[in-house]
């Protein structure tokens, strides 16, 4: 019976690296076996899509070329480069990370993958990953793609919330990954995830491991991984003022422990009220009788939340001094509009300053 299995997993792995090789997509990052920029790209992968994440990508390695130059740069430089990108703590995990890989690698990242966890924002896929792809080790992955694959192939139907169903996965990855070749194989699997074997309506028609999988011989696909805890998307308003004077705007540094941590954004409010209450306090503080106008919305989404995000702009007098500090906070800078391509900005407040840029 195992040698069945082992056999039936031979012929896995030569159908799924034949596929790969007249099938992978040419991205940038699988142009280099360079052990930095896989780490790069891994961590840019994260929670992101590969369309967004090229051009990140380029401009990144281009700026940051070597462990060493990221290692030396400020993080005002290095968030810039990530501003857009979304989840900003892998940005200032890869500043650390580098870090640590000058003073204790030689700006070398190591091929261990226990000794690359021990570094900032490097976990048990990441590792394997870099590990494998970089260094040809017998590293196993294990991310979305990879336990929707290996879960309807063995038709493995326990819940994926749970940590021991999680761990029956890793070690599947663990008992496909051939011998040689470790680092194709593990992006062959993600690449079949990501490209055929889709959550809803697989192209099993054109899946180079049908014949082998379980989920389809059952026609069961949909009903793999199972996951008891997947959340429905929680909604979410939020409300952004474009205070305008003298053809500055007023913009705020977020704190390092939030969110955006050291990011650039418009003052933004959960409630309409508040926002009304302050931009009332601001028109008293500045002699103003300024009304707010409702400029554009957007939504975006961020973890579980489906985020509203409401736009509203108030044009205050001229004679508002760029010096002059909105209700003593000290976070907040009146910036020319004009300015604003040279701060990193999240996404959605990215998309408000280009609007606005317009009218300029
Ligand atoms: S046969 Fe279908 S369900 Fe099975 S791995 Fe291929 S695409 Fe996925």
Redesign the pocket.
């Known amino acids: 019976m195992r040698n069945t299995w082992l056999q039936t997993i031979k012929t896995f792995q030569k159908k799924l690296l034949e596929w790969f090789k007249s099938n992978a997509r040419d991205l940038p990052w699988r142009r280099t076996h360079d052990p930095y920029h896989i780490w790069v790209s891994e961590i840019m992968l994260q929670q992101t899509q590969v369309d967004t994440v090229i051009p990140y990508y380029t401009r990144w390695i281009n700026r940051f070329p070597a462990v060493q130059t990221l290692a030396q740069s400020p993080v005002s430089e290095v968030m810039k480069h990530w501003a857009g990108l979304g989840y900003y703590r892998r940005a200032r995990m890869l500043h650390e990370a580098a870090k640590t890989i000058c003073k204790k690698y030689a700006g070398v990242l190591p091929q261990d993958t226990d000794e690359l966890r021990k570094l900032p924002g490097i976990g048990r896929y990441t590792a394997g990953a870099i590990a494998s792809i970089a260094y040809n080790q017998k590293a196993p992955v294990l991310d979305g793609n990879v336990i929707r ?1 290996l879960s ?2 063995e038709a493995v139907s326990n819940d994926i919330s749970q940590l021991k169903t999680l761990n029956r996965l890793w070690q599947l990855a663990e008992a496909y990954l051939p011998d040689e070749n470790t680092g194709d194989f593990n992006q062959a699997l993600m690449e ?1 995830g990501a490209t ?2 889709f959550p809803e309506n ?3 028609g054109t ?1 180079p ?2 014949s082998l ?1 379980k ?2 011989r059952f026609k069961k ?1 949909p009903s793999f991984p199972f996951n008891s805890r997947r959340e429905k998307l929680l909604k979410k308003n939020s409300f952004t003022l474009v205070l305008r004077a003298n053809g500055r705007v007023l913009m705020r540094r977020q704190p390092t422990e939030a969110r955006w941590g050291g990011l650039w954004m418009f003052p933004y409010w959960e409630s309409r009220e508040a926002m009304l209450q302050d931009h009332s306090l601001i028109c008293t503080e500045v002699g103003s009788t300024a009304k707010l106008k409702q400029r554009m919305s957007l939504t975006h989404g961020f973890t579980k939340y489906r985020i509203k995000l409401s736009v509203y702009e108030s044009r205050l007098p001229d004679k508002v001094k760029s010096t002059h500090s909105i209700l003593g906070d000290k976070n907040a800078r009146w910036i020319p509009v004009a300015h604003l391509p040279k701060y990193a900005l999240p996404s959605p407040h990215q998309k408000i300053a280009d609007e606005i840029s317009k009218d300029v």
Do not use: K
């Open positions: 694959v309807r192939v079949l055929v074997c697989p192209r099993c899946c491991v049908a999988c989920a389809h696909e």
